[in-house]
């Protein structure tokens, strides 16, 4: 199977797909299957590919930010709605969380249950896009003032003024759900935010990595940034002898790419995910689902959880963001938009953090919101779980019917 998707006409300082020459218009994308990439790394399920949606019209929508990047979205629309749905990734993932082929994926689950307009939004946290992997300065004030009010923007251009309903996830929610408590992001119907959303909290020895990793990373270790991906490394570099010593600590499977990313996430052996959720092939495949990411989110989330448990700006003095309240909670009484928090039981990342949200909302505005839990999940998986389609997304459809009007 081969398909097309039609990339729209960039605009300044934006970007076009990853490897796609600056000219192009269409981005052809390959078949499901298994392949040698030039690097020599064998892949099963290609590399940033769209094959996940095979039976709706694709295309991309370049965008840029007020601080100068560019950004992108990508449109699956299988029929005209009046009910949008945005999806938006947590850092180092990307779209491809979403539209996974090898199980009945979120966008598919969503098109088969009368909401066929769904997009879904790379930020400056995608790993379809080269931000993470330097050692910048960015925050989540950054990401809830800039990226999500353009996405938005842009979405409206196309769409008008139908209704849109978000789903976010980990720090995407954050940063999500600071912009719209913060006041820069409105018009959202409804909002389900997995994981953690204003009020982070992680188990113990994450609270010894935030605090010790950026200044472990950046000045002892020398890396501009971690990745999963270092295992795959051509040659014997320092990134790969990195990942064989985080390797020799984790037993409970054979994927350098997993032991990597319970380093970068939570706590747990695997922390992310359980195993017994994913089809072998997501497993074996973590390596492209995850990208690398520099250090300075660590340090905000530290910032908050240092806080008790708040989501509070990075530097209140910087007057980029005197729009935005010093702490995001401070608003909530004006905030319209109901939300649905939801977490996985064996959340190894945020543990109870929407379980704490969602008490202390209740506290300010009574039944204005919601939770679920899911039992027998954790973090990841919630999305990339290979029995979604019957343990999760049906509460996402219903939650959404419940705010079509």
Not at 15 to 40: E, F, H, K, M, Y
Not at 244 to 266: I, N, Q, T, Y
Not at 369 to 391: A, E, I, S, T, W
Request: with cysteine; hydrophobic share 35%; proline share 7%.
């Amino acid at each position: 199977m081969s398909m097309q998707v039609q990339t729209t006409g960039p605009e300044p300082g934006a970007q076009l797909a990853i490897g796609a020459p600056a000219a192009a218009r269409t981005t052809a994308v390959q078949s499901v299957g298994g392949g040698r990439s030039d690097g020599g790394v064998e892949r099963e399920i290609p590399l940033f590919t769209y094959e996940g949606v095979p039976d709706a019209e694709i295309t991309e929508h370049p965008f840029t930010t007020d601080d100068k990047l560019g950004l992108r979205l990508a449109r699956f629309k299988r029929a005209p709605s009046d009910d949008v749905v945005l999806l938006i990734h947590g850092l180092t993932t990307s779209t491809d969380m979403f539209i996974m082929p090898e199980h009945t994926n979120v966008v598919r689950y969503l098109h088969d249950h009368d909401f066929t307009d769904v997009w879904s939004v790379d930020f400056r946290m995608s790993n379809r896009l080269p931000y993470n992997l330097t050692p910048h300065r960015y925050s989540f004030d950054d990401i809830a003032l800039f990226d999500f009010p353009a996405a938005l923007a842009k979405m409206r251009e196309h769409i008008g003024d139908r209704r849109i309903h978000v789903i976010c996830h980990c720090l995407g929610s954050v940063s999500f759900m600071m912009g719209l408590f913060g006041g820069s992001i409105q018009g959202v119907t409804s909002v389900i935010a997995n994981s953690v959303g204003l009020t982070p909290r992680v188990p113990g020895w994450s609270k010894v990595k935030l605090r010790l990793a950026p200044f472990l990373v950046e000045s002892v270790l020398s890396f501009p940034h971690l990745s999963p991906q270092w295992s795959n490394d051509p040659v014997l570099s320092r990134g790969k002898i990195f990942s064989k010593v985080v390797s020799a600590f984790h037993r409970e499977c054979d994927v350098p790419a997993c032991h990597m990313l319970s380093l970068m996430w939570g706590t747990g052996w695997p922390a992310l995910y359980s195993h017994e959720n994913l089809h072998d092939v997501t497993h074996r495949r973590g390596g492209d689902l995850y990208g690398g990411t520099s250090m300075n989110y660590y340090r905000h989330v530290y910032k908050m959880v240092q806080n008790d448990s708040r989501a509070v700006k990075y530097n209140p003095r910087d007057p980029r963001f005197s729009s935005l309240p010093d702490d995001y909670l401070s608003r909530a009484p004006e905030i319209q938009t109901p939300v649905l928090f939801v977490t996985g039981a064996n959340n190894r990342v945020f543990t109870d953090s929407n379980i704490l949200c969602h008490q202390r909302l209740e506290k300010i505005v009574p039944g204005r919101h919601r939770l679920h839990v899911f039992p027998n999940y954790g973090h990841q998986d919630v999305f990339m779980g290979k029995d979604c389609d019957k343990d999760i997304f049906p509460t996402f459809v219903e939650y959404f019917r419940r705010h079509r009007r």
